[in-house]
């Protein structure tokens, strides 16, 4: 039986109160196990405007795919969409922890060359950014579209059957959870028992329900196949991202990246009934050593995302940056985002809306503020639906770590020891040559798998000139 790689929908399941958010499981038939590890969510907020983009991992035989998601009950055909993975993949770059690698030319003078050589340093004008920017690989299911229907005495009613993409799409109301399991089971679907009482809550609640399977008149199996991330659109009056119904399928250890973009006096955003965690960054890691970021980096979220006291889950800020033209856009910047940090397409894809008076005054580019969260839990440490705010402010963040080197230490702390007093060694400053006639090498980019269940991650290296590196501010 073939198997599809993919990158398809988060799971959301319906918080129990007046405002929607989307959280689910994967559902299947018996002989397959399905696993969601890692989703990528962009969300999108506008007023009372909330646009929704689904990306997960997703393993599993190629004709079990199946995908159920509690929806507002307004939701209708024209609210569902597919988008580009390559606008997740702007958002993702543009927003990933950084590795930083600078030289004693980065501060207040110029090493010379001899000296330069003894220790080692990289030439100037060179500046090593790694991101996190390899996408997790999954599998894709498919099946057959819906079987018989329901008896007449049943609760659910199918108010509409919608063709997207590669999708066959039902939106589904029902009064009874039992119904709703009996429906799902009759249309090839398996979910466990255990959800009863949890989707009956999102009934209560007034929740409509989307289900999903793939269509395959309509994609080829002939080679891989990367599914369309879902995006949903809707009215609400707070933000909610549901994730309880999503941990039934877990096999472990889940990572959650979310993107929240809104408008630049809206600020940075937050999870209020979830703790933050913190992390030890802009500092050299010894640690890190010569080797790759990637492991690295997982390590440190494990740590840094242990459970709160009481069990739960905890997350972290990676990225809080408000945009403006003519303001700085990121610290450092990967080189094609210096000019126009995402672009306009990408941003019109994913759901920000323009707005014309803009154009008097930035020439058409937007203003915004872009949040970047994170959370590592596994099914028991999430007791509660993540119910999200907006600060009002943004003090721009961004997640960075430096290469160590030892003749920096004068100006540079170390991760977990701080400024060192009285370095061994230091950078030789002297004048400045008026001519420089070196380029620095372009660093070659991998990607690296995580073990252990995780996201996997990967590194970006990329290379940027003297003249467009902006020097580190040693106040900060």
């Known amino acids: 039986m073939k198997a599809l790689s993919a990158v398809i929908p988060l799971t959301f399941a319906l918080c129990p109160t007046a405002a929607f958010g989307f959280c689910g499981t994967y559902v299947g038939d018996g002989a397959s196990t399905l696993q969601n590890r890692t989703s990528q969510i962009v969300l999108v907020r506008q007023a009372d405007q909330t646009t929704l983009t689904l990306s997960s991992d997703y393993s599993g035989d190629a004709e079990s795919f199946g995908l159920l998601i509690p929806v507002p009950p307004a939701l209708v055909a024209e609210d569902i969409s597919l988008v580009d993975p390559q606008w997740i993949q702007d958002i993702e770059t543009y927003t990933n922890p950084r590795l930083v690698s600078y030289t004693c030319e980065d501060f207040d003078g110029w090493e010379p060359p001899e000296q330069r050589a003894a220790l080692g340093v990289s030439m100037p004008g060179a500046m090593m950014l790694s991101a996190m920017a390899c996408a997790d690989q999954g599998y894709s299911t498919s099946g057959d579209w819906w079987g018989d229907p329901m008896a007449s005495e049943s609760t659910v009613e199918v108010e509409a059957e919608i063709a997207v993409g590669e999708y066959d799409v039902v939106l589904l109301t029902a009064e009874e959870s039992s119904d709703l399991l009996r429906w799902l089971n009759l249309n090839g679907y ?84 979830y703790d933050e965690a913190r992390l030890d960054d802009e500092c050299m890691s010894k640690e890190l050593g010569d080797g790759s970021f990637s492991p690295f980096y997982d390590d440190v979220l494990t740590s840094s995302l242990a459970p709160s006291a009481d069990g739960s889950a905890t997350w972290l800020l990676e990225y809080a940056w408000s945009v403006s033209p003519g303001g700085p856009h990121c610290d450092p910047c990967p080189p094609e985002s210096l000019d126009i940090p995402v672009p306009e397409e990408t941003m019109a894809g994913l759901g920000f809306e323009w707005d014309e008076s803009w154009d008097s005054w930035s020439g058409g580019l937007p203003s915004f503020t872009i949040s970047r969260l994170r959370m590592r839990y596994s099914p028991d440490q ?30 540079l702390p170390v991760c977990g020891e701080g400024m060192v007093t009285d370095p061994e060694r230091v950078c030789q400053f002297g004048v400045k040559p008026s001519v420089w006639t070196g380029i620095a090498p372009a660093l070659p980019s991998t990607c690296g798998a995580v073990e252990g269940g995780g996201s996997a991650l990967g590194l970006v290296a990329l290379s940027a000139l003297a003249l467009r590196r902006r020097r580190m501010n040693l106040t900060s």
């Open 190 to 273: 398996v979910i466990d028992q255990v959800a009863e009482a949890m989707l009956q809550e999102y009934i209560d609640a007034g929740s409509a329900f989307l289900a999903a399977k793939i269509n395959l008149e309509r994609v080829s199996l002939d080679e891989e196949l990367r599914l369309s991330p879902l995006r949903l659109r809707y009215t609400s009056e707070a933000v909610s991202l549901p994730l309880r119904l999503g941990t039934l399928n877990s096999t472990g250890v889940q990572d959650l990246v979310l993107h929240v973009i809104s408008e630049i006096y809206d600020g940075a955003w937050g999870i209020s009934n």
């Open 382 to 411: 999430i007791n509660e639906d993540l119910m999200l705010y907006s600060m009002g402010y943004v003090e721009n963040t961004q997640v960075r770590y430096i290469r160590y080197d030892e003749v920096l230490e004068a100006q």
